[in-house]
């Protein structure tokens, strides 16, 4: 009965170790697994100032359900410092996105132009 539980226990330790990985990947893993959008949910005028190389501009009070992004896609978005993304983010999420939320535009490491 011992080892059963304890083959037990290193079995669910094992699987929690695995799950936990793929839930720790970066951006940028996720990035090369599948297509993707990045949404820069900023004004249009910050957006012209710069953005990341290849983003898309909807501000984030423009997100409804008439959206014109492939769900299919994983949804990246971010603003200035992080409080429009979060709206953003959770405003896809309910619309059944796939989404992350890459925060400020200072801090993602992504080419910008």
């Known amino acids: 009965m011992k080892k059963v539980f304890l083959i037990i226990l290193i079995s669910l330790f094992l699987f929690g170790c695995t799950e936990k990985e793929s839930e720790n ?3 940028k893993d996720i990035m090369k697994q599948k297509e993707y959008v990045i949404l820069d949910v900023r004004t249009i005028d910050e957006y012209k100032e710069s953005h990341i190389k290849g983003a898309i501009n909807i501000p984030y009070d423009k997100i409804d ?3 014109d992004i492939d769900k ?3 949804v990246f978005v971010y603003c200035k410092s992080g409080n429009r993304s979060k709206l953003a983010f959770d405003s896809l999420k309910e619309l059944g996105f796939t989404v992350y939320d890459l925060g400020a535009f200072s801090a993602i490491d ?4």
């Open 25 to 27: 990947l970066s951006y």
């Open 65 to 67: 359900e008439k959206i």
């Open 72 to 74: 299919e896609k994983n």
């Open 110 to 113: 992504l080419p910008k132009e």
